[in-house]
T-cell receptor, first 110, second 115 residues
């Protein structure tokens, strides 16, 4: 059973496009992380949110707890945004362990 | 800005050998985690650690694995007798405390290759 589903799995965009990556989850959560993983493998935390919306530069993350859905938006995309974007949730029943989605592979072409 | 560090960045070992992966969490953090990612697969939780003991572990974390905080700064993951299927990226993370508002910060990972 996949507790965290991301879509799309792969996304290719032209530089400057507005990008949306979606995450749906099936369990009650206390928080949701959006993470970025570059080809070298390292993971960087972009956002942690439990309600509403957060913005950092060209990145915006929203969450709807009732619908169990979150989105990550990238405005004015750039080739350096090319990476794997991972949604990870903190289920209420599991203590402090994160449950990860499979990731969305984003490629932004110039 | 404080960050989680991991060493080595890449470890190659022979099957059956013991390996120790090292992590230095952010200095005022209290909760520590190990995750792994087999190539092409999702990141998976291995273990969480607080107050010098394991607070939670997954089914993956069997008797071949152990964790330790040998001093005030290092947090280690030991695999006693490595198997081919242990080849993966291993990520350490730390958070300042427990609860819904506490973000986990990840290290850059150690790529373990078992031959």
């Amino acid at each position: 059973k996949n507790e965290v589903e991301q879509s799309p799995q792969n996304l290719t965009a032209q530089e400057g496009e507005f990008i949306t990556i979606n995450c749906s989850y099936s369990v009650g959560i206390s928080a949701l992380h959006w993470l970025q993983q570059h080809p070298g493998g390292g993971i960087v935390s972009l956002f942690m949110l439990s309600s509403g919306k957060k913005k950092h530069g060209r990145l915006i993350a929203t969450i709807n707890i009732q619908e169990k859905h979150s989105s990550l938006h990238i405005t004015a995309s750039h080739p350096r945004d090319s990476a794997v974007y991972i949604c990870a949730v903190l289920p209420m029943e599991y203590g402090n362990k994160l449950v990860f989605g499979a990731g969305t592979i984003l490629r932004v072409k110039s | 800005e404080p960050e989680v560090t991991q060493t080595p960045s890449h470890q190659v070992t022979q099957m059956g050998q013991e390996v120790i992966l090292r992590c230095v969490p952010i200095s005022n953090h209290l909760y520590f985690y190990w995750y792994r990612q087999i190539l092409g697969q999702k990141v998976e939780f291995l273990v969480s650690f607080y107050n010098n003991e394991i607070s939670e572990k997954s089914e993956i974390f069997d008797d071949q694995f152990s964790v330790e905080r040998p001093d005030g700064s290092n947090f280690t993951l030991k695999i006693r007798s490595t198997k081919l299927e242990d080849s993966a990226m291993y990520f350490c993370a730390s958070s300042p405390s427990l609860g819904e508002v506490n973000e986990q910060f990840f290290g850059p990972g150690t790529r373990l290759t078992v031959l």
